[in-house]
């Protein structure tokens, strides 16, 4: 079985702090994804990836960065916390640009007070 | 761009009905389709994927069709059950996903 990890559950942060949320797949799979979903708005692509050290702005990329040094793990940064990055943010991976089945981690709900 | 919209937003069934699950695209040039299942607080779980040259899927008590012409899919639910109460979302894309923003199912003993 496919298995998407991600670091926390639930994080509380500072309005101002920088924030990593770390994402690791054990599938080698050469796509990786960050969405948010808030309620009423859904799932919003933030950034993606589909290889090492390669990355691409999905729909909503303000205000976060990117990093992917190895394959199996995929990292989201906030590089200056705000209240309206309050979100439950998911990461997913999948095998192929062709297949694109996603599989999802369980999610991390971050607070910013 | 591509805008993906599912109806209803939320559904309540009594246990054992067939039910039927809506969602509708703008742009038909899709590759694939996939049907998601969303438990309370939890991340997303696949449960069907139809590739554009598809019409359907099938896995248990599901089946997921497309229409591209149209720009519809449907996931049919049979013989309901409480344990298929979750959020389900339609997802469409080439490379990258566009979402629905799902409808809430809730089916009672």
């Known amino acids: 079985d496919v298995k998407v990890t991600q670091s926390s559950r639930y994080l509380v942060k500072r309005t101002g702090e920088k924030v990593f949320l770390e994402c690791v797949q054990d599938m080698d799979h050469e796509n990786m994804f960050w969405y948010r979903q808030d309620p009423g708005l859904g799932l919003r692509l933030i950034y993606f990836?589909?290889?090492?050290?390669?990355?691409e702005k999905g729909d909503i990329p303000e205000g976060y960065s990117v990093s992917r040094e190895k394959k199996e793990r995929f990292s989201l940064i906030l590089e200056s916390a705000s209240t309206n990055q309050t979100s439950m943010y998911l990461c997913a991976s999948s095998a192929t640009r062709e297949e694109e089945t996603q599989y999802f981690g369980p999610g991390t709900r971050l607070l910013v007070l | 761009k591509q805008e993906v919209t599912q109806i209803p937003a939320a559904l309540s069934v009594p246990e054992g009905e067939n039910l039927v699950l809506n969602c509708s695209f703008t742009d038909s040039a899709i590759y694939n389709l996939q049907w998601f299942r969303q438990d309370p607080g939890k991340g997303l779980t696949s449960l069907l994927l139809?590739?554009?040259?598809?019409r359907e899927q099938t896995s248990g008590r599901l089946n997921a069709s497309l229409d591209k012409s149209s720009g519809r899919s449907t996931l049919y639910i049979a013989a309901s059950q409480p344990g298929d109460s979750a959020t389900y979302l339609c997802a469409v894309g080439f490379r990258t996903l566009t979402f629905g923003k799902g409808t809430m199912l809730l089916v009672s003993p």
């Open positions: 139809i590739q554009s040259s598809q």
């Open positions: 990836s589909y290889d090492v050290k390669m990355k």
